[in-house]
C-alpha cells in the first residue's frame, strides 16, 4: 500500500524549529539511490533491497522520505555535507575520486600497514569536515523521528542530550561536538562494491569504554561514530574527538568478515515480486 503525503503541507521545521513548508526530507540523500541504481544493470530502473530479517530480496524504488525540514535546511544540509561527498563517492563509470585524492595525499600515521589520515591535515579542498557534517545530518535524521522500514535504528538513538547537541551542530551553533569521533573508512579495493545501509546503532564495550557506535556504509564508504563514553585522549578516537574533521582510513572490504556476512545474507534472501518473475 502506497500512502501518498499532500502537496504541501506547513509546520514546524525539526531542524531549525520555525514555521514553514516542509520538503519532503530524506533519510538518506535521493542522490545515493541514485548512484547504486546506476551501478545495478540490468535492473538499472531500482536497486535490490535485502531484507536481512524477512529473508527476501525486492526490487523496488521506495525511499525513506517525510515532511520534515523547510527548503533552507535542506539546502543547509546539501551544501555543508550532501552535495560534496556524494560527489566523491564511487560512481557507475568507476571513478572514486576520495580514494583518488587520499592515494595521492601523504598519510598522517600507518597502522598495520593501513594508511591513516587525520581530518585537520587534509588538504583543504578534501573538505574534511564535509563528511563529518554528512554523517552528523545522517544520525541526526536517525534519532529525531520516525523511519517505518529503516530497522537499524530507531527515533531517541542519540538520546535527548546528544540529540540536541548534534541539532545545534548542524545550525552552526557549535563548532564541534564533544565525546563524538568519526571514522571514514575509505574502501582502497581497485572495484569496490556499491551498495547502500541504514544507519545502525548498537551499545558497545570499545577501548575499554562503552560507547555507543553508529555505522554508515554508501557506495565505498564506511562511516562509523562513536558517541558518549570517555573516549580515550591518546587513540586515534581521542584526536577527532576533539575537532569537527573525522579520520579517513585506507579499507579494504573484500576478503574481510563484513564482506563475507553480505554476501551471505544476499545469497539466502528469497527473491520476490519482480526478481522472483525475472527467474
Known sequence: ????????????CALCRSDAELQNSHFV??????????????????????DVIENSAVQINAQFSKHLLCSSCEGRFSQN??????????????????RDALKSTERSLSNNGRSIFLGGELPPELRATA??????SILWRASVTDWPGATGV?????????????????????????????RVHVNFDTDPDI???????AKV?????????????????????????????????????QT???????SHLKGTELRRRLAEDVARAIPKGKLARAD
Open 131 to 136: 563528511y563529518y557534517y554528512f554523517f552528523v
Open 195 to 201: 551498495f547502500l545501509t541504514v544507519p545502525t546503532h
Open 154 to 182: 530507531k527515533k531517541g538513538c542519540l538520546g535527548a542530550k546528544y540529540q540536541e547537541m548534534f541539532r545545534r551542530y548542524l545550525l552552526g551553533e557549535f563548532n564541534r561536538l564533544p565525546k563524538v569521533s568519526v
Open 1 to 12: 500500500m502506497v500512502i501518498r503525503a499532500p502537496r504541501t503541507v506547513v509546520g514546524m
Open 244 to 250: 569537527s574533521c573525522p579520520i579517513f582510513i585506507e
Open 29 to 50: 540523500p535521493a542522490a545515493l539511490f541514485k548512484s547504486v541504481i546506476q551501478a545495478c544493470s540490468p535492473y538499472a530502473e531500482a536497486p535490490v533491497m535485502v
Open 205 to 241: 564495550i570499545f577501548e575499554n569504554f562503552k560507547v555507543n557506535r553508529y555505522s554508515f556504509y554508501m557506495p565505498g564508504i564506511c562511516f562509523v561514530a562513536h558517541v558518549g563514553g570517555n573516549l580515550p585522549t591518546h587513540k586515534l578516537d581521542g584526536i577527532s574527538a
Open 81 to 98: 555535507g550532501e552535495d560534496h561527498v556524494i560527489s566523491n563517492t564511487v560512481r557507475n563509470n568507476g571513478e572514486f575520486r576520495l
